[in-house]
């Protein structure tokens, strides 16, 4: 593991990234909510990544790759990449202002109002397949049939932008015990790896999949990318089919565990969080969450950090889920 550890941005790199996505926007939040500590059983700090411009923490990732592409001097006229939503607006907003042409693919009924956000920003958007992966594959052809650059969903330089979420958090809270995160494609996890090592902090980190998309779960577990089924109905951001092979090596020796949770436990905590803290959280943004609930038990006297990690859910999905307990 140690030559994927190499793979990871050091401090020195986290705090370069910091500086350029505080040109745009500042540190977010992190919170310790009393109804939800009790809730849990624990002290329980959120960080709100749902405060950011796109809603999402994607954004970090976006700043620091276009950044990485202006001061090699390698800018392209134009860049494709694949989304379920959040990346797509991260990768929007920063083509956006580095004046680059962008055009990004979705799989097929793909969340309206992630759609819209992307539209919103200059996005050609391009509606292609039933799922993020062959939305994916589409778009890398797409990119060499037109010359454009591919942006990946996992990317070194998009991980140091997103460590920045995590190195604020853990410099806030030096005393957090155990993180539960969300895995789509990996940048979040292994942006905490990268936190954790650079300020060298004691934190556990807990990954957590998608009940019904347990690719990360099912690769970590063969020692090699294995291809799995999706079916969640409500954790698009966690709608993965296959996993990444730089991001499977680091978790594969970073994570202290994984947890799966179910789309009625992503649901459950999707309402946890409106009912303690009156913040709105997509499906991923509630994934964190949900395992650490499922995990009550065993976080008794702890403090346990949770990633929200995005609030970009659709008005009808998100009423349904309130409703429908």
Not at 113 to 137: C, Q, S, W, Y
Not at 229 to 241: E, F, K, N
Request: glycine share 10%.
């Amino acid at each position: 593991m140690h030559t994927a550890d190499a793979a990871l941005p050091t401090l020195a790199d986290i705090e370069a990234a910091a500086q350029v996505v505080y040109r745009e926007f500042p540190p977010t939040p992190q919170y310790r909510w009393a109804l939800l500590s009790e809730r849990l059983g624990a002290d329980c700090w959120v960080k709100h990544e749902n405060h950011t411009p796109v809603g999402a923490f994607k954004i970090r990732g976006g700043l620091t790759f276009f950044d990485a592409l202006a001061r090699r001097g390698a800018l392209p006229r134009e860049v494709v990449s694949a989304t379920r939503g959040n990346h797509g607006q991260s990768i929007g907003w920063a083509a956006r202002a580095h004046g680059v042409r962008c055009t990004i693919v979705v799989p097929s009924g793909n969340s309206v109002e992630k759609n819209a956000a992307m539209r919103a920003l200059g996005v050609t958007l391009i509606e292609h397949g039933d799922d993020f992966t062959a939305a994916a594959d589409h778009a890398r052809a797409l990119a060499a049939e037109r010359g454009a650059l591919m942006v990946p969903s996992y990317h070194r330089d998009l991980v140091v932008g997103v460590a920045t979420y995590w190195w604020e958090l853990l410099r806030a809270v030096p005393g957090l015990d155990v993180a539960y995160v969300p895995i789509g494609l990996g940048s979040g996890a292994c942006a905490l790896l990268a936190a954790k090592r650079a300020l060298a902090h004691p934190v556990r980190v807990v990954g957590v999949v998608s009940r019904h998309a347990t690719t990360y779960a099912d690769s970590i577990a063969a020692g090699r990318v294995v291809e799995s089924p999706v079916s969640t109905r409500i954790a698009d951001g966690m709608a993965v089919r296959r996993a990444n092979d730089e991001a499977l090596a680091l978790l594969a020796g970073g994570l202290e565990r994984l947890v799966q949770v179910s789309d009625d436990e992503v649901a459950g905590a999707m309402r946890a969080f409106y009912a303690d803290t009156h913040n709105l959280a997509e499906g991923a943004g509630a994934a964190a969450l949900a395992a650490a609930l499922q995990e009550r038990g065993r976080l008794a006297g702890q403090t346990v950090g949770v990633a929200l990690t995005g609030a970009n859910v659709d008005a009808r999905t998100y009423a349904d889920v309130l409703l429908n307990e």
